[in-house]
């Protein structure tokens, strides 16, 4: 059973899948989707530019310098920003004890199907040009940002550039077309979405002439091989829980080293609720000792230790306010 704060995403959802068909309820504002994760104390933020993009800087303390995640955050391709993602990016780096840079691409229907790709892909390439190795770099994005952190790495192999050292999944939309099993089965479970939303979606990222099986567009159709290990988290109660399992199964085909956590009883993208939900907060651990001996570090240090242990207090107190 989902606990008392991880609720609290789901009423979110809920609210959002009645804004869009009902239109005298109260509209939830994008960055409301901001409230749901708990501040993380000792993190900076720092705006910047990327290539042209809006972006910023998620810098813990004492965070190992040479080491970033490149953090692509999710929305449908058409919400989401910087600010709507940055507390809860910032509780995986400092759990993880790195860098973030989040990036935040064009929207659609402005910008359709390849922008966003391309976007990603450049502020990748500008990583690598301020010194980042890509053996220190990981991929971090939650839903069509998930997605992003696996076609950024195709459209960076197409032009010659060497692949990030891991990427980390939560919650991925990856299926533009919406055929996966859980479409049906999680229906009634799923208060933020169904397969018509998706697929209306799909519709709006690719353009009047898109192509649902675009392999840079829906990674289920590419060529996976020599991608470095990925890990997927998602939630029992999605519909989108199929887009986890079949991206999964696709890659370990390809000879890439996969693992999936499926939570029980937990909405989409559920790690929104860092710092306030114990749900949140063991996926983010999780994530953060996965990733670590990917990118050359001990799976634990007295000063990350000593973060977690402060992090574990300090959302104890949230949750206990809230």
Not at 46 to 68: F, Q, T
Not at 207 to 231: E, H, K, Q, S, V
Request: aromatic fraction near 8%; include cysteine.
């Amino acid at each position: 059973m989902a606990s008392r704060q991880s609720e609290t995403v789901k009423r979110h959802w809920l609210t959002a899948s009645q804004a869009r068909t009902q239109p005298d309820t109260d509209q939830t504002d994008d960055e409301s989707w901001g409230y749901l994760t708990a501040e993380p104390r000792q993190v900076d933020y720092v705006e910047a530019e990327v290539d042209g993009l809006p972006a910023m800087w998620v810098i813990p303390k004492h965070s190992v310098h040479e080491r970033v995640l490149l953090c692509l955050h999710g929305g449908g391709f058409v919400s989401g920003s910087l600010y709507t993602h940055r507390k809860m990016f910032g509780h995986l780096a400092k759990t993880t004890g790195v860098r973030g840079l989040l990036v935040e691409y064009h929207h659609a229907p402005g910008y359709t199907h390849p922008a966003q790709v391309d976007e990603a892909t450049a502020a990748y390439r500008w990583l690598l040009e301020q010194g980042v190795r890509a053996e220190y770099v990981a991929f971090a994005g939650d839903s069509c940002g998930a997605g992003l952190a696996l076609t950024t790495q195709l459209r960076a192999r197409e032009r010659g550039l060497p692949l990030p050292a891991a990427a980390m999944l939560l919650s991925p939309w990856v299926d533009m077309e919406a055929v996966g099993e859980s479409y049906t089965t999680n229906r009634d479970r799923d208060v933020a979405f169904t397969a018509e939303f998706v697929r209306g979606l799909a519709r709006t990222f690719l353009g009047r002439d898109g192509d649902p099986r675009d392999p840079l567009a829906n990674p289920l159709y590419a060529d996976l091989t020599g991608l470095g290990p990925i890990y997927i988290q998602v939630g029992g109660d999605e519909v989108l829980l199929d887009d986890a399992r079949r991206v999964a199964q696709h890659a370990s085909r390809a000879g890439v080293d996969v693992r999936l956590d499926v939570f029980p009883d937990m909405q989409h993208t559920f790690q929104m609720a860092a710092g306030r939900a114990p749900e949140a907060d063991e996926a983010i651990r999780l994530m953060s000792e996965w990733v670590r001996p990917r990118l050359g570090l001990g799976r634990t240090e007295p000063g990350a230790a000593a973060a977690a242990a402060a992090a574990a207090a300090a959302g104890a107190m949230d949750r206990g306010q809230s």
